[in-house]
C-alpha cells in the first residue's frame, strides 16, 4: 500500500529502512521534543523497525516512510497507530522528519495525506496528535491536516505535558 501526494511517496517501512530509522531517530534535533524517542543504538532501531512491523501485520496500516518523489530520498516518517489513550483505543497520529527537510511542508503535507487516508479507511477511529506545549512547528502540522486543539484532554506523556489535538469529525446535517 503505498499514499502519494503532489510531492510525496509513502510506503510500508521495511528492513532496508533500518539506517535511516536510526538516522533520524537518533538525531538530537529531530527527537529535541520527544528525547525519549531518542535511540542509541542500531540495535534500538531494529527494535523500532520490529514493531512498527507487526503493528502493520496486525492491522494492515501504520508508520510509512515519507520519500521525495522527485528524487526518492527519504525525507522521514509518518503514520497511524492504534494506542490507548485515556482507557480508549485512538490512532496516534505520528510525524518525524529528517531536520534537512524542515520548513518545506513536508510534515504537513505527509500527515494531511495520513488523516485523508485515515478517514476515508477508518472513519470510526479518532486521531490524535499529542505536541509537546513548544513545539510550534508540529502544532502548526496537527492544526493544517484537519485536527483541532482539545485542551480538556491534555496529558502526561513520557516528556512531560502533551497537548491533545484531535481529529475534527464532520456532523451530520439534515
Known amino acids: 500500500m503505498e499514499i502519494v501526494t503532489a510531492r510525496l511517496a509513502l510506503r510500508r517501512p521495511g528492513p532496508t529502512d533500518l539506517k535511516t530509522i536510526f538516522a533520524i531517530h537518533s538525531d538530537r534535533q529531530a ?43 527519504t525525507l522521514g516518517f509518518a503514520g497511524v497507530k492504534v494506542v490507548r489513550f485515556r482507557e480508549v483505543e485512538v490512532l496516534n497520529l505520528f510525524y518525524r522528519l529528517d531536520p534537512q527537510a ?28 499529542r505536541v509537546r506545549p513548544d513545539n510550534v512547528a508540529s502544532q502548526r502540522v496537527a492544526l ?12 502526561q506523556g513520557e516528556d512531560g505535558l502533551d497537548w491533545i489535538f484531535v481529529l475534527r469529525r464532520p456532523t451530520a446535517t439534515a
Do not use: K, M, Q
Not at 33 to 39: A, F, I, K, T, V
Not at 43 to 64: I, N
Not at 144 to 155: F, M, P, S, T
Open 31 to 73: 527527537c529535541l521534543h520527544n528525547p525519549s524517542d531518542l535511540l542509541a543504538t542500531e540495535a534500538d532501531a531494529e527494535v523500532l523497525f520490529g514493531r512498527w512491523d507487526e503493528h502493520w501485520r496486525r492491522h494492515g496500516f501504520g508508520y510509512w516512510v515519507v520519500r521525495d518523489r522527485e528524487s526518492g530520498r
Open 144 to 155: 493544517r491536516a484537519g485536527l483541532i486543539r482539545a485542551e480538556d484532554l491534555d496529558d
Open 102 to 129: 524542515w520548513g518545506a511542508g513536508v510534515a504537513t503535507e505527509a500527515a494531511g495525506a495520513v488523516v485523508a487516508w485515515a478517514t476515508e479507511h477508518l472513519p470510526e477511529w479518532t486521531v490524535v496528535a
